[in-house]
């Protein structure tokens, strides 16, 4: 896989933050936070430890899949919440950052959401950000980024070990030149085009159009590992591609798995004999856990203790 010490990242270390954790992540750590629904659908967050905020750092740990535009309402929520409190500086765990793929203009008066996203996070108070294989950021370590700190950590090596422990001798390829940092500097990586938006669709999306390689696979096993799975298009067309070159077998890993209409349906009937995620976005697949950095990082802080986490909530 080249050298994955390249893409090994240290965990941010926040002494002294007080931790706040959000029921969407109770599978990680006990929350501290009480979130319910208004009859409109609007949301009500409840801070339930405020005693001693005043004048100290937190640091907020919240998923914002599914649902991101409200759980992105809830996040600013608690933010606001905070330095209501007096909090000074706010770091931010965010497993799965949204918006991340709207990070380029194809269409003139586009929006690039993903500078918005962080700009507004800043805005909010957000001093760092803590997340893993972030699609615009295109490698792992520390960003500066609209004015935000952006730890940039790395699923990739845990999960193409998780998955040549079954095949060591499996080529491990990454489906888009974008994620070819995930392969490490002598990986394989195919090339992606995608077509045009569908005028007609109401939902903004550009199929794979065409996907190549230039190595041969022959009779060997295939790992195809991206920074996620949205709706599978393009480990679809990878997977079906690496056969017909003559794979022995497919497994698909990716970070971030969502699984958008019919994504793992459609992957296990393009041939993956094998398909693993992590649990940034709990799902079916989620074989590897960031729970043991997150604990790592929130014991740096003094002032968290380890529980037995309950399932997550929303």
């Given at each position: 896989m080249g050298d994955e010490s390249s893409l090994k990242v240290e965990l941010p270390v926040w002494a002294g933050a007080i931790p706040i954790i959000s029921p969407n992540c109770a599978d990680i750590a006990p929350p501290s936070v009480e979130?319910?629904?208004?009859?409109?659908?609007?949301?009500?967050?409840?801070?339930?430890?405020?005693?001693?905020?005043?004048g100290q750092n937190v640091v907020i740990l919240h998923r914002l899949f599914p649902d991101p535009d409200q759980n992105l309402v809830t996040l600013l929520q608690m933010m606001y919440g905070a330095k209501e409190n007096g909090v000074r500086d706010i770091f931010l765990i965010i497993p799965y950052l949204p918006y991340a793929r709207a990070d380029k203009i194809w269409l003139s008066g586009e929006v690039i959401s993903a500078k918005l996203l962080i700009k507004l996070l800043h805005f909010a108070g957000a001093r760092e950000i803590a997340t893993w294989d972030c699609h615009f950021l295109k490698k792992p370590g520390i960003h500066d980024y609209e004015n935000v700190r952006i730890h940039n950590l790395c699923n990739g090596p845990e999960l193409v070990a998780f998955l040549r422990a079954a095949s060591p001798d499996a080529l491990v390829v990454s489906p888009d030149a974008g994620a070819k940092y995930l392969v490490g500097d002598e990986g394989l990586f195919m090339r992606k085009e995608r077509g045009n938006y569908d005028k007609s669709a109401n939902q903004a999306f550009r199929p794979v159009a065409k996907m190549e390689a230039d190595f041969e696979v022959s009779a060997k096993p295939v790992v195809l590992i991206d920074d996620m799975i949205a709706g599978g298009g393009t480990m679809v067309k990878a997977t079906q591609k690496m056969l017909e070159m003559g794979a022995?077998?497919?497994?698909?890993?990716?970070?971030?798995?969502?699984?958008?209409?019919?994504?793992?349906?459609?992957?296990?009937?393009?041939?993956?004999?094998?398909i693993i995620t992590s649990d940034t976005i709990p799902n079916p697949t989620a074989l590897m856990s960031i729970r043991p950095q997150v604990e790592k990082l929130l014991l740096s802080t003094g002032h968290f203790e380890e529980e037995e986490p309950r399932v997550s909530g929303t």
């Open positions: 979130l319910k629904r208004f009859p409109d659908g609007e949301s009500y967050c409840r801070l339930e430890k405020i005693e001693g905020l005043a022995e077998s497919v497994s698909c890993a990716a970070t971030h798995g969502l699984f958008l209409h019919g994504a793992l349906d459609k992957l296990h009937a393009a041939g993956a004999t094998r």
